[in-house]
């Protein structure tokens, strides 16, 4: 028996053994369409990280086309390397080239099942090695500013959320820079970690991934694990604006927020200004109230005390009045030539109590007009008045020494006339302030 006529024997018993057609699970291990029509394929299994089982596969040009077409519209992905598929086949065997398997037809259904348990398999190895909570532990500052958005430049979503968050109608300011990375595509994970890495490198307070709609096969690359393990533990709070309402990616899960489109992304930042807007707002109602409070017991009390000074006056006036009188009355009970000197001394005694009195009454008057410059003295709306102003901290706190702040603090400034707020550039001690003319 020669070599031919072995393989022949052995053609003729496998496709005796295989007279059907059978659907196979296997990874295509390699996938190259051809000028002709054909593709051929190499299909392969592994178990543990090893090869077990391979075979040569090929798709003839007159089912290629369809075979393709229809597993893209229903899977949402391209027909390519890589991906674990449900072929229909029939066995051939060939006396130069070995067993083939020539393709029929192929099941997309079993395809997404598998990128489905892909992405279980990625969320739980993700929540067994914690990295699910890492970003909620990163507080997101009180008023951010300084924000940092991976994304594409031409992205439409990414002008939309530039003019929202920039032209606001309250004139809040921002820092935002534009780091560019791919956003779809096999490179897109790589492409975004590693513009989380440079972003890593600057003080920013958040750091936004923009990402308009598209199709699940566009947003595949952010249910990458390696990109969700890099948002995971950024240093930086990470917040996601990725796809459509109905889209949740593993992105989404791992960062430190998410919404869904450009004008909620910069609305989270406004809302946060309005709402220390609000803050300030109700503090200064707060010290406005309390200061006209201050001012009414205050005038209270001067009435109550200008009260009891007149009328211990009168009382005092009465008093004399009726010593005077009954002095009178045992003087002219006396001697006749005793009249003079007796009219002589009341009328001293008269003129020294009316003097005594009016001194009384202007040491009073004046203490009350020297009560009434103090309280009008610590009236802070005089003192803003007089070109002071009343300086609040990030902690909204009263500033009363440069030890509690830094450069670069946000600082609030309460003027007469309206308020406004700060960046800290320079700090100088009291030593630098005594030789330094101008420190604006």
Excluded at 56 to 67: E, G, H, Q, S, T
Excluded at 138 to 148: F, H, I, N, W
Excluded at 153 to 181: I, P, Q
Excluded at 194 to 209: F, G, H, M, S
């Amino acid at each position: 028996m020669d070599l031919l006529e072995l393989q022949e024997r052995i053609k003729e018993g496998i496709e005796d053994a295989f007279p059907d057609r059978y659907w196979v699970k296997a990874e295509i291990a390699s996938f190259s369409p051809r000028s002709n029509g054909h593709c051929y394929l190499e299909l392969a299994q592994s178990r543990g990280g090893q090869p077990v089982a391979q075979s040569r596969a090929m798709i003839w040009k007159w089912y290629f086309p369809r075979l393709r077409a229809f597993f893209e519209q229903a899977a949402g992905q391209p027909l390519q390397a890589g991906i674990t598929v449900l072929v229909k086949v029939q066995v051939s065997y060939s006396e130069l080239y070995g067993i083939s398997l020539f393709i029929e037809d192929i099941d997309p259904a079993f395809t997404l099942g598998e990128k489905a348990l892909e992405r279980k398999r990625t969320i739980e190895f993700l929540t067994k090695e914690g990295y699910m909570d890492m970003q909620q532990e990163l507080a997101l500052p009180e008023l951010p500013y300084r924000l940092a958005v991976i994304t594409s430049k031409t992205a439409a979503g990414y002008g939309d959320f530039r003019r929202h968050l920039l032209e606001n109608e309250e004139g809040y300011a921002f820092r935002l820079d534009l780091v560019e990375a791919l956003m779809q595509g096999e490179q897109a994970p790589e492409s975004i970690i590693d513009a989380i890495r440079a972003v890593q490198e600057q003080p920013y307070d958040a750091l936004l991934i923009l990402r308009g709609g598209g199709s699940d096969l566009d947003l595949a690359c952010f249910d990458d694990a390696n990109l969700a393990m890099a948002i995971a533990s950024c240093p930086v709070p990470v917040i996601t604006a990725i796809g459509h309402d109905r889209d949740v990616h593993i992105a989404d899960l791992v960062a430190h927020n998410s919404v869904k489109t450009p004008t909620a992304l910069a609305d989270l930042f406004l809302d946060a200004y309005r709402a220390q807007d609000e803050r300030l707002d109700r503090f200064a109602q707060q010290i406005g109230s309390a200061t006209q409070r201050l001012l009414s017991r205050e005038e209270l009390r001067l009435k109550g005390a200008d009260a009891a000074v007149q009328r211990a006056i009168r009382e005092r006036l009465n008093a004399l009045e009726m010593l005077l009188q009954r002095s009178v009355g045992r003087i002219s009970k006396g001697l006749t030539h005793k009249w003079a000197d007796v009219a002589r001394l009341s009328d001293q005694a008269t003129h020294r109590l009316k003097f005594a009195a009016q001194a009384r009454v202007s040491q009073a008057v004046s203490q009350l007009a020297l009560k009434e410059a103090l309280i009008n003295a610590s009236d802070p709306r005089n003192i803003l008045s007089l070109g002071y102003v009343l300086v609040t901290g990030k902690d909204n706190k009263v500033l009363k020494t440069v030890d509690k702040v830094h450069v670069g603090d946000r600082i609030g400034v309460r003027f007469t006339d309206g308020s406004l707020t700060a960046k800290v550039d320079e700090i100088y001690t009291e030593q630098i302030d005594n030789n330094k003319v101008n420190i604006a």
